[in-house]
């Protein structure tokens, strides 16, 4: 199956290259994580298009068939635009509809920011930014919780160790700040990932500065010749990311929905 969106495209691209494993079933693709498994968008199914009227539970038993210890069905739709998917939705599942957007190189921030120093992680440094993920999600999402976000931290580390990118982080006062991954998904597509702001930091121009920062060097280091970060329109990130320049390029279209039990 070809990948035809391209924010799926980077997503997998980014999972398969962290330890990830995709089996391609023609008309869909199945991506699963073993080592975590509470990883909706590592352990997930991604459509070619949508199916024939009638045809939703079908699907969502194919998730169950597959998927079967899961405590969450999610299902992405390779579609560059938005879709109709209101017979998953009567069937209890959600759908998120974020916007895909791409530069080629980023405008200076209006404010930057001068107070901390911006670097990447080192390799004692990976729980601080477990801390950070933790206390910017994890009141308002329960899918973030300490396990998952160290499974998500063990699969950047290898992306690391393979030379495609680093997680950056903005220290003041000697703790992290901010923090952003960005990471290289071939021909010079660069793919940024997971960008927190503790909540006492925000409104400081920091991850402005940082995300900034990070697409600089990897245009003028590294070769990248189109940035790609994924947001929701109606979140407070995406005025910022558009006063950097990224524009939306296309739409990413995801189902989810979390099941009774322990891993969800």
């Not at 759908?95 to 895909?100: E, I, N, P, R």
């Not at 930091?201 to 970060?229: D, K, N, P, S």
Request: contains cysteine; glycine residues 10%; aromatic residues 8%.
């Amino acid at each position: 199956m070809q990948i035809t969106s391209l924010g799926f495209r980077t997503d997998i691209a980014i999972l398969t290259a962290s330890g990830s494993t995709v089996t391609d079933c023609g008309t869909h693709l199945l991506v699963t994580t073993p080592d975590n498994p509470s990883y909706h968008w590592g352990n997930f199914m991604l459509l070619r298009e949508l199916p024939a009227p009638g045809g939703a539970r079908e699907v969502m038993g194919a998730f169950d068939t597959w998927f079967a210890t899961a405590r969450h069905r999610a299902i992405g739709i390779d579609s560059p635009v938005d879709v109709d998917v209101s017979e998953f939705e009567v069937d209890g599942m959600d759908k998120d509809v974020s916007h895909v957007m791409t530069a080629e190189r980023l405008l200076a921030p209006e404010r930057p920011f001068a107070g901390g120093g911006i670097r990447p992680l080192t390799p004692d440094e990976w729980d601080k930014w477990v801390d950070l993920d933790l206390s910017v999600y994890a009141a308002e999402d329960r899918r973030y919780h300490r396990a998952y976000v160290e499974g998500r931290a063990r699969q950047e580390q290898r992306l690391v160790a393979a030379g495609l990118g680093h997680r950056w982080g903005v220290f003041v006062d000697g703790r992290l700040a901010a923090s952003a991954g960005l990471y290289d998904t071939g021909d010079g597509v660069f793919r940024f990932q997971s960008i927190a702001t503790h909540p006492r930091r925000r409104g400081l121009g920091i991850a402005t500065t940082l995300v900034h920062r990070m697409a600089e060097r990897a245009v003028e280091e590294q070769g990248a010749r189109q940035l790609v970060i994924v947001a929701d329109p109606e979140g407070p990130a995406y005025g910022i990311y558009r006063r950097l320049g990224f524009e939306t390029a296309e739409v990413a279209v995801e189902l989810h929905q979390s099941l009774p039990g322990e891993i969800a």
